[in-house]
């Protein structure tokens, strides 16, 4: 019944932008807490970015000053703000909600930095 569908990846030039949002549903987005993860050709999936439902939001240290995460409650979508991206930032872009405990993905959408 939860649904998490990955969108805004595609291929940019080296210092560019992207917004990435992931629109949820079965769920009642305000009450969870929701993540962002990426997995780089040939490496592990590794934890990029955090929004819990009370505010805090932490990064991974390589994206801290270049990624911003945020949702909008109404449209039960959480965003990824990227800027400045980087050739290392090249991967598959997941988000992640845990409601109850129970983990749930999307199926990633790809982003590639290349000039």
């Known amino acids: 019944q939860v649904q998490l569908v990955e969108s805004g990846g595609g291929l940019v030039q080296p210092g560019g932008s992207l917004r990435l949002s992931c629109a949820a549903s079965?769920?009642?987005?305000?009450?969870?807490?929701m993540a962002w993860y990426r997995q780089a050709p040939g490496k592990q999936r590794e934890w990029v970015a955090i929004?819990?439902?009370?505010?805090?939001?932490n990064y991974v240290d390589s994206v801290k000053g270049r990624f911003t995460i945020s949702r909008d409650n109404a449209k039960n979508t959480v965003y990824l703000q990227m800027n400045n991206l980087q050739p290392e930032d090249t991967a598959v872009y997941y988000c992640?909600?845990?409601?109850?405990?129970?983990?749930?993905w999307g199926k990633g959408t790809l982003v590639t930095v290349s000039s």
């Open positions: 992640n909600v845990w409601p109850g405990g129970v983990n749930y």
């Open positions: 079965g769920l009642i987005f305000s009450t969870i807490d």
């Open positions: 929004l819990y439902r009370g505010g805090i939001i």
